[in-house]
């Protein structure tokens, strides 16, 4: 049942590029924030500079604030322990949408590498600032599915349900998550794409 509304889904993306009426969530675009303007454009450029000093990059983590915060002082030991020594990049960026991966991935992001594995987490903050329905969510994920397969075809990627939101299952929010992580769960191929969801680890 799951899969067949996957392949509706992607067969409405598909009608939907044909109709011309792209969903927002699958329109590159720079993010505009006014908390983040300043910021934003530097931090890509930053990305980009200390990618290509890289010798390698073999891991690469790919989100918002959540892949973000593995920047942080208070995160670096355990950045140190598990990621340095797997010559890791991390482009997650605080407060993007779907529509804000696309547009870095296609503006530099991940321009010569060739990681083993890329690991993305997106799609909350569709969910959070605009309640962006779930199946237009879904679709701005397959299509940084795609991207990624376009721009890194030998690398696997690990698709992560997006964390929950709210109080509990009753709130909005959430159910948006939720009703994404039912869609995406089935982009999983077992070969290029794997989907795993850790969420019941961080409720209580």
């Not at 939907?16 to 699958?26: D, M």
């Not at 890791?88 to 529509?99: A, K, Q, V």
């Not at 600032?129 to 890194?152: C, F, M, N, P, V």
Request: aromatic residues 8%; charged residues 30%; hydrophobic residues 45%.
């Amino acid at each position: 049942m799951h899969r067949l509304l996957a392949i509706f889904m992607i067969s409405a993306f598909c009608l939907s590029l044909v109709a011309g009426e792209l969903p927002k969530s699958c329109q590159p675009e720079v993010q505009t924030a006014k908390w983040a303007v300043k910021w934003w454009k530097k931090r890509h450029q930053e990305k980009i500079a200390a990618k290509d000093k890289m010798e390698q990059v073999e891991l690469l983590m790919v989100g918002d604030s959540i892949t973000h915060a593995w920047d942080q002082k208070k995160a670096k030991a355990v950045w140190d322990r598990y990621c340095a020594e797997r010559n890791t990049l991390n482009i997650g960026f605080s407060g993007d949408r779907n529509e804000n991966v696309l547009w870095r991935l296609q503006n530099g992001a991940v321009d010569n590498i060739s990681p083993k594995l890329a690991v993305l987490m997106i799609g909350t903050n569709n969910a959070g600032h605009r309640q962006e329905a779930s199946a237009e969510t879904a679709q701005g994920i397959k299509a940084i599915l795609d991207e990624l397969g376009k721009r890194l075809p030998k690398t696997k990627v690990l698709l992560l349900a997006i964390f929950p939101r709210g109080k509990d299952d009753n709130d909005a929010l959430r159910k948006l998550n939720m009703g994404t992580n039912k869609i995406i769960k089935d982009f999983a191929d077992g070969k290029r794409v794997f989907f795993l969801d850790i969420n019941a680890k961080f409720l209580d």
